[in-house]
Nanobody, 126 residues
Framework: VQLQACGGGLVQPGGSLRLSCVVSGFTLDDSAIGWFRQASGKEREGVSCFNSRGGITYYADSVKGRFTISRDSFKNTVYLQIDGLKPEDTAVYYC????????????????????WGQGTLVTVSS
């Protein structure tokens, strides 16, 4: 099982980025994929999830309306589109894979995921 996150970079406030999580060794149809972020000195925060069980997406309140998660099964890739970037979005962003049958309350928590990719740094600054 491997996950590789990419697409981070330096962006001005108000800008957009699309992060990609390319997976291998398992099928997206059998998993939930979560996006998390960790800012310097802060705990890891779940921001979004795509659960293949029902194809349902979830977002943290802090990112609703600005973040959009999507999936391309043919490319084994899950995307996180981030619009209206704010300085407080600065963090290392990680993708992770977990069980699609986990309970709702764990889908945006680290304990719901057993496999993690390396992070990609997003810096929002003028």
């Amino acid at each position: 099982v491997q996950l590789q996150a990419c697409g981070g970079g330096l962006v001005q406030p108000g800008g957009s980025l699309r992060l990609s999580c390319v997976v291998s060794g398992f099928t997206l149809d059998d998993s939930a994929i979560g996006w998390f972020r960790q800012a310097s000195g802060k705990e890891r925060e779940g921001v979004s999830c795509f659960n293949s069980r029902g194809g349902i997406t979830y977002y943290a309140d802090s990112v609703k309306g600005r973040f959009t998660i999507s999936r391309d099964s043919f490319k084994n890739t899950v995307y996180l589109q981030i619009d209206g970037l704010k300085p407080e979005d600065t963090a290392v962003y990680y993708c992770a894979a977990g069980s699609k049958t986990q309970i709702l309350s764990t889908l945006l928590t680290a304990r719901g995921y057993g496999d993690w990719g390396q992070g990609t740094l997003v810096t929002v600054s003028s």
